[in-house]
């Protein structure tokens, strides 16, 4: 079968999409850029990339008729506009006007849990797509999660930076809200058995764990699977806006995402009924179950995915090849260069870099640095990095992105996400048996150059120092 899987490059996308090869189908991997799509070369054979931005009718045309089914896995929640409800059912009617003129028979959603009259403006925006999908000629099969959890999902990430940084926490009340959290195999696997699957055309199904918890019981849950003792206490004084600022400045997550969780969370999200559970023969784990799977997954350095390596945790909005040439003239440009003693040893700690590694000097500067982005709204540098040793291009890495990875040719690429008066790109590359560092900013103003000036003492130190211990 022909499927085409948008939002590939997405928490969900990239783990369903091993899963669709497994089971004999063809894939059509939808991306926004090509240049940050990575999959394992075996795969090559059995999928297709297309680059396709579904607020741009004219790109749909990428897109083949002869499709049997199609997952729509596409959100706007984070992203950099506010008004983010309103793309997200503009990239719904250019999907089901697209999709009307192929052969697929079916369309499914992964939606959240609205089983409330008071929805917040993100699950409100989930259920107006859910309605527009429906109008489509093709059948729709919506399931809607709740919190999902797995290594690398948002939710299991900010429980994670909570219980790891905070010993004692006084916290919104919207903590004793209910919930009915499922594990990341789980939501893969209704994915998967829903796919054709005539029981399930023109339907919507609530999916869930069999536990229905308080986020407050979810967090002391995760503190027991961690084995370490934590004091949570609620108060009725923290508004939505001073909650969503405790998350940030906390947790590795973005203001704006944030806010939209904090809105959701004060609306239960309970299953109706699990009548899907028999109808395609799963039975899902428990929440203690799902959280011990994700972290071995962690421990192992084995996580598939992660919300931080989405654009929407970051700064980007555009495709991350238009940042690949890095600009020369009007630009202040650091230049080091060190002659190597082992290119595997080096490769090794540039592919190591940043996140729990760390930067290999003047770390507490670095740690400043991102502590201070923070405070002026910025990503700062507790996203970290998904896999201890490993890095691709598009990967968020603590407050860089990384524009190009290349481990044979040993070159990497990153651009600075932090808040800045210009742009800022920090480049290594090995020529024959020489490393070449470069810092390149491009200043925007007076208040660029100034900055660049102010920050330039630091550079001698900070660069140099690291240099040293990539060589050795």
């Known amino acids: ?9 997405g928490y969900i996308g990239k783990r369903l999409l091993p899963i669709l090869i497994a089971q004999g189908h063809e894939v059509i991997c939808c991306v926004r850029d090509k240049n940050r799509f990575y999959y394992p070369k075996e795969l090559s054979q059995k999928i297709k990339v297309i680059e396709v931005d579904f607020m741009k009718i004219e790109t749909l045309t990428a897109i083949p008729t002869d499709l049997d089914a199609a997952y729509y896995l596409i959100h706007s929640m984070s992203g950099s506009d506010f008004n983010y409800d309103y793309l997200e059912s503009l990239s719904a009617e250019n999907f089901i006007h697209t ?22 403006k993100h699950l409100s925006s989930r259920k107006k797509v859910e309605d527009v999908l429906n109008t489509g000629k093709f059948a729709t099969t919506t399931l809607r999660a709740g919190i999902i959890v797995g290594s690398g999902s948002a939710s299991f990430e900010i429980i994670r930076d909570l219980i790891n940084r905070l010993p004692v926490m006084i916290t919104p009340k919207w903590l004793n809200t209910k919930c009915q959290p499922i594990g990341i195999n789980d939501v893969l696997g209704f994915l998967s058995k829903s796919l054709l699957n005539p029981v399930t055309y023109n339907k919507n199904f609530d999916i869930g764990g069999p536990d229905i918890l308080t986020y407050k019981e979810m967090l002391l849950g995760f503190a027991k699977a961690k084995n370490v003792n934590r004091w949570i206490y609620t108060i009725p ?59 071995i997954k962690v421990n192992e350095d084995q996580v598939a ?10 700064r980007f909005n555009t495709n991350i090849s238009q940042y690949l040439k890095i600009p020369k003239k009007g630009c202040y440009i650091d230049r080091r260069k060190k002659e190597i003693i082992n290119k ?32 002026y709204g910025g990503v700062g540098s507790k996203r970290g990095r998904t ?86």
Request: glycine share 8%.
């Open 387 to 472: 896999n201890k040793n490993d890095i691709h291009s598009g990967d968020a890495l603590d407050f860089w992105r990384v524009l190009y990875a290349n481990k044979e040719e040993g070159k990497l690429v990153l651009y600075a996400e932090m808040k800045l008066p210009g742009e800022a790109w920090l480049e290594f590359k090995i020529i024959h048996n020489t490393l070449y560092q470069a810092a390149t900013f491009k200043p925007k103003g007076i208040w660029g150059k100034m900055y660049w000036y102010t920050i330039l003492p630091f550079h001698g130190l900070i660069f140099n120092g690291m240099l040293n211990k990539l060589i050795r």
């Open 237 to 295: 004084i923290m508004t939505p806006k001073l909650s969503s600022y405790w998350l940030y400045f906390v947790t590795s997550t973005s203001y704006r995402l944030a806010s939209a969780l904090v809105s959701s969370m004060k609306v239960e999200v309970v299953c109706r009924d699990t009548i899907i559970n028999d109808l395609l023969d799963i039975k899902p784990l428990s929440y203690e179950q799902a959280l011990s799977r994700a972290l």
């Open 305 to 314: 995915s992660s919300w931080k390596d989405s654009l929407i945790s970051g």
């Open 344 to 375: 595997d040893f080096t490769v090794g700690r540039i592919w190591s870099i940043g996140g729990e590694n760390g930067w290999y000097y003047g770390d507490w500067l670095w740690n400043l640095r991102g502590f201070i982005d923070k405070l």
């Open 1 to 9: 079968m022909k499927i085409l899987l948008t939002g590939a490059t």
């Open 99 to 120: 999709i009307d003129k192929t052969a697929a028979k079916q369309v499914i959603y992964l939606s959240g849990i609205v089983n409330d009259k008071s929805l917040s």
